[in-house]
């Protein structure tokens, strides 16, 4: 055989490969960069910060920071525990409700797929406003200092049924469907057993979104709970995040003795941690959801 010596179709050549990978590490660490920014700041001193301002390289390292974050020690352990709590039960149920919706709505044999598309469109459009939904959350469904007014208000979400149902709709399993109903099986093991596993990509984007939302969610906490034992994290960084700004704005009025220990309390680095202490665990739990999405993009199909 005779070698041309052209590239084939989508080849990229070695200079064009490494500026390529040159690219990618760029764009990499210019995502890396903020967070390490912000985790070294959280290590600085009260005095490396104040000489020196924000640097990449501390001028003097202190865990002061973390030190004051974990002086309240049970309190944020507690919140710990109900944000994950409140993170897994809300991502399965929301996943389970959108999946189900999503599916439903994606089968053209559904008498009344297009009532409850629309119906599921509407809230995209429109609100109720603060005060209804309170009210409602509140007064008839009780979720006033309860787990359920963590999890229920961001169970249900519009937009991540609109990209189920269009994943649903692209995924060809129609054949699938139909060959399943032939030897038996009932709609829940068809959806259970054979459009799940073949849509585990859409599910597991739908999974890390509702995730990320649950741990970052601190309004229904304000919104809803009082008691400490109910406060996810998130809520309660943001409280010690307000009681800092609180006593820097109310400094004038503050004994000498507690101007000295404000002055050595780490308040920019203290930011900084409650970033690190928010983010972090999110970040970590990234790569659990990336194994399920090359696992889900090795699942066959059909042709038609």
Known sequence: MFK??????????????????????????????????????????????????????????????????????????????????????????????????AYAIA???????????????????????LVPFYMVSTQLLHFRNSLLGLIMPLAF??????????????????PLIEAAKIDGAGEFRIFFRIVLPLSLPGVATIALFSAFAYWGDWYNALLFIDQPSLTPVQAMLMNIQSNLQFIIQNSTNLSAQAFDLLRNMPTDAARMAVVILATVPIILAYPFFQRYFIRGLTVGGVKD
Do not use: H
């Open 107 to 129: 089968r053209d044999d559904f008498r009344y797929r297009k009532f409850f598309t629309y119906l599921a469109i509407i809230p995209l459009l429109f609100s109720g406003g």
């Open 157 to 174: 979400n519009s937009f991540f049924i609109m990209i189920l149902r269009t994943y649903f709709r692209a995924g060809n399993i129609k």
């Open 4 to 101: 041309t010596g052209r590239r084939g179709v989508g080849q990229v050549s070695a200079r064009g490969n490494l500026l390529l990978n040159l690219f990618l590490f760029l764009l990499s660490a210019a995502c890396v960069y903020p967070l390490l920014f912000v985790l070294m700041i959280s290590l600085s001193s009260n005095e490396s910060i104040a000489a020196n301002g924000y640097r990449l390289w501390p001028g003097q390292f202190s865990f002061g920071a973390y030190q004051y974050m974990f002086t309240i020690g049970q309190q944020i352990i507690t919140s710990y525990g109900v944000t994950i709590v409140v993170t897994v039960a809300g991502t399965v149920l929301s996943v389970l409700i959108t999946s189900l919706y």
